[in-house]
């Protein structure tokens, strides 16, 4: 328990010894001592003030999960309505002051379940994958790939920026002009401190590795050797051999790998300029292997990664006029006309062009050899 008012400190301890279940290994006025205490007491759970001279409860929370991530930590406030509304939009756990004995009954039991249903990973679970190919997703053995339930929108866009900067520290004050610019100071630096605990606690949950360490004046996200999805396909496509018979299925499997731009579920301004440079590289790679298959004559194999080149860049002109020669090839009449047309409507709606002069005579002609 810390508390700088010492009657608040045995109120809570008598409290609590009624509620039972808990064993109460330290109580402290000053936060700071508390904090040096930390690695030998070792407490399951903290019931912390928020409102401390010095150094406050918000800004111990964050040093409690640098230096014990394991710590569950409960906010004791005497906050008004408004604030204890933030408090629980950020899925902390407090209690109000002047505390009731119900409440706080309800609170310790919660805290007692959720140690049981999130006792700790071994070492040997702690991998996986964080996806942001399309969204955020993480992949943990040996379940498959699955959305990360976060409390509130804002932890989601935090940790996807940390993950966007992975390896790289990121000052406290870029991330509030980032993610609060209309925020009075002291409130954002409270809002980013409740959103970083949560993070925080949604990965201890998970079972994984990653861990947001407190560096500087800021924060850097170590994935401690948890594989993103941006990478493994970068690395892939760097260091991959040219296709051939024997690289093809290697590059096919990058290509699925792929499942969308990069974040693109998401508006995040941020990541605009890293989902456009992976779109161009998985672009080129993309056509590289389709023109292979083609060029061997896999035609149907080549359409399926042409569609899906056209998917992800509606507004390539080639991409549709190599779809009409190859469906011309297998003598699918109707799917040339399909393509021509889309074609057509594409740069009409977007640019308000007809196709090209060499397009519009090569269906032409195409379409006189057919009506023959």
């Given at each position: 328990?810390?508390?700088?008012?010492?009657?608040?400190?045995?109120?809570?301890?008598?409290?609590?010894?009624?509620?039972?279940?808990?064993?109460?290994?330290?109580?402290?006025?000053?936060?700071?001592?508390?904090?040096?205490?930390?690695?030998?007491?070792?407490?399951?759970?903290?019931?912390?003030?928020?409102?401390?001279?010095?150094?406050?409860?918000?800004?111990?929370?964050?040093?409690v999960l640098r230096l014990s991530p394991e710590t569950d930590l409960v906010f004791v406030t005497a906050y008004d309505e408004y604030a204890v509304k933030a408090f629980e939009l950020n899925?902390?756990?407090?209690?109000?002051?002047?505390?009731?004995?119900?409440?706080?009954?309800?609170?310790?039991?919660?805290?007692?379940?959720?140690?049981?249903?999130?006792?700790?990973?071994?070492?040997?679970?702690?991998?996986?994958?964080?996806?942001?190919?399309?969204?955020?997703?993480?992949?943990?053995?040996?379940?498959?790939?699955?959305?990360?339930?976060?409390?509130?929108?804002?932890?989601?866009?935090?940790?996807?920026?940390?993950?966007?900067?992975?390896?790289?520290?990121?000052?406290?004050?870029?991330?509030?002009?980032?993610?609060?610019?209309?925020?009075?100071?002291?409130?954002?630096?409270?809002?980013?401190?409740?959103?970083?605990?949560?993070?925080?606690?949604?990965?201890?949950?998970?079972?994984?590795?990653?861990?947001?360490?407190?560096?500087?004046?800021?924060?850097?996200?170590?994935?401690?050797?948890?594989?993103?999805?941006?990478?493994?396909?970068?690395?892939?496509?760097?260091?991959?051999?040219?296709?051939?018979?024997?690289?093809?299925?290697?590059?096919?499997?990058?290509?699925?790998?792929?499942?969308?731009?990069?974040?693109?579920?998401?508006?995040?301004?941020?990541?605009?300029?890293?989902?456009?440079?992976?779109?161009?590289?998985?672009?080129?790679?993309?056509?590289?292997?389709?023109?292979?298959?083609?060029?061997?004559?896999?035609?149907?194999?080549?359409?399926?990664?042409?569609?899906?080149?056209?998917?992800?860049?509606?507004?390539?002109?080639?991409?549709?006029?190599?779809?009409?020669?190859?469906?011309?090839?297998?003598?699918?009449?109707?799917?040339?006309?399909?393509?021509?047309?889309?074609?057509?409507?594409?740069?009409?709606?977007?640019?308000?062009?007809?196709?090209?002069?060499?397009?519009?005579?090569?269906?032409?002609?195409?379409?006189?050899?057919?009506?023959?």
């Amino acid at each position: 328990m810390v508390d700088d008012e010492r009657l608040a400190l045995h109120y809570l301890e008598k409290l609590l010894r009624e509620c039972g279940g808990l064993e109460i290994v330290g109580r402290y006025q000053n936060p700071r001592r508390a904090l040096d205490e930390l690695p030998q007491v070792k407490p399951d759970v903290i019931f912390l003030d928020v409102e401390m001279p010095e150094l406050n409860g918000i800004e111990t929370a964050e040093e409690v999960l640098r230096l014990s991530p394991e710590t569950d930590l409960v906010f004791v406030t005497a906050y008004d309505e408004y604030a204890v509304k933030a408090f629980e939009l950020n899925a902390l756990d407090y209690v109000l002051k002047p505390v009731q004995r119900d409440r706080l009954i309800k609170t310790v039991q919660r805290l007692i379940d959720r140690r049981h249903e999130t006792a700790v990973v071994p070492l040997a679970r702690q991998t996986g994958m964080i996806r942001c190919f399309q969204s955020l997703q993480i992949e943990v053995p040996p379940r498959g790939p699955e959305t990360i339930r976060w409390r509130t929108a804002k932890a989601q866009e935090l940790f996807a920026y940390l993950v966007h900067r992975r390896g790289q520290p990121v000052r406290k004050d870029a991330l509030l002009d980032l993610f609060w610019p209309d925020t009075d100071r002291k409130r954002g630096f409270a809002r980013l401190y409740t959103t970083i605990y949560q993070i925080r606690k949604t990965l201890k949950e998970l079972g994984v590795g990653i861990h947001i360490a407190n560096c500087d004046d800021g924060y850097l996200l170590d994935m401690n050797h948890v594989r993103l999805d941006v990478d493994e396909w970068e690395r892939g496509v760097r260091e991959l051999s040219p296709v051939t018979g024997e690289t093809l299925s290697e590059h096919l499997s990058l290509l699925e790998l792929y499942r969308g731009d990069y974040l693109d579920d998401y508006d995040y301004l941020w990541a605009e300029s890293e989902r456009q440079r992976l779109r161009t590289h998985w672009f080129y790679h993309a056509t590289h292997v389709a023109g292979y298959l083609e060029s061997v004559g896999e035609y149907a194999r080549a359409l399926a990664v042409y569609h899906r080149i056209q998917r992800f860049h509606p507004h390539v002109e080639e991409t549709y006029v190599t779809l009409m020669k190859l469906y011309d090839r297998l003598g699918d009449r109707d799917a040339v006309e399909r393509e021509y047309m889309k074609l057509t409507r594409m740069l009409s709606e977007e640019y308000g062009v007809a196709p090209q002069q060499t397009v519009r005579e090569w269906y032409l002609r195409w379409k006189k050899r057919k009506s023959r």
